[in-house]
């Protein structure tokens, strides 16, 4: 069976440094992979979207950028987080066209 | 542009009441439709979904929704709900693309 991992699950950070979340699937193959970022009482924002190795599709113009070096990793880089990247951060993946399955999520606080 | 509103954004019922989350979406192509439960600092599950056939599916705990295509909407339905089911609620829509279109999320609150 398929299991999606991220890490870490909390972060607090200061603004100004930088960021990185990851996220791994298991159990297969070259799947659709998503960041979505959740902010306090507000719906999910799709941030980036990843249909294979190296392409990244980025939806929203921000301080964030994304990465995937390797089939079922997918990477969430910030070089200077700002106070409004505070939020609630979910991998997810999907096949294509599908039913999509999320990660248990990263909190980060930017302080 | 391809939308999904959630009428309701919060919605208190007491134990064993009925309940309904409303999900209208705008399209002029075939979807696919989903419910999605969150519960708190969790990700995202699957409730239940819509690709074809039935219009009307069902989940393991006694949730169900109904497509009516000409009304567009996916309303999610339950006879009697529990304290357990006290959570947010995301409709979405799929354009059978890659790309899944969210609710801005329904809190169900159930009350004692």
């Known amino acids: 069976s398929q299991t999606i991992h991220q890490w870490p699950a909390t972060l607090v950070q200061p603004v100004g440094s930088p960021l990185s979340l990851e996220c791994t699937v298991e159990?297969?193959?070259?799947?659709?992979l998503y960041w979505y970022r959740q902010a306090a009482g507000r719906g999910l924002q799709l941030l980036f979207y990843?249909?294979?190795?190296?392409?990244i599709s980025s939806e929203v113009p921000q301080n964030l950028s994304a990465s995937r070096p390797q089939d079922r990793q997918f990477i969430l880089s910030s070089k200077k987080l700002l106070l409004s990247d505070s939020g609630f951060y979910l991998c997810?993946?999907?096949?294509?066209?599908?039913?999509?399955?999320f990660g248990p999520g990263t909190r980060l606080t930017v302080l | 542009a391809q939308s999904v509103t959630q009428l309701d954004s919060q919605v208190p019922v007491f134990e064993e009441a009925p309940v309904e989350l409303r999900c209208n979406y705008s399209?002029?192509?075939?979807?696919?439709l989903f419910w999605y439960v969150q519960y708190p600092n969790q990700g995202l599950q699957l409730l239940l979904k819509?690709?074809?056939?039935?219009?009307l599916v069902e989940s393991i705990n006694g949730f169900e929704a109904e497509f009516n295509k000409s009304q567009t909407s996916f309303h999610l339905r339950k006879p009697s709900v529990h304290i357990s089911d006290t959570a947010e609620y995301f409709c979405?829509?799929?354009?059978?693309?890659?790309?899944?279109?969210f609710g801005a999320g329904t809190r169900l609150f159930v009350k004692a």
């Open positions: 399209s002029s192509v075939s979807v696919y």
């Open positions: 979405a829509v799929s354009y059978r693309g890659f790309k899944t279109i």
């Open positions: 997810a993946w999907s096949p294509e066209g599908d039913t999509q399955y």
């Open positions: 990843s249909v294979g190795i190296g392409q």
């Open positions: 159990g297969t193959s070259n799947p659709n």
């Open positions: 819509y690709l074809s056939g039935s219009t």
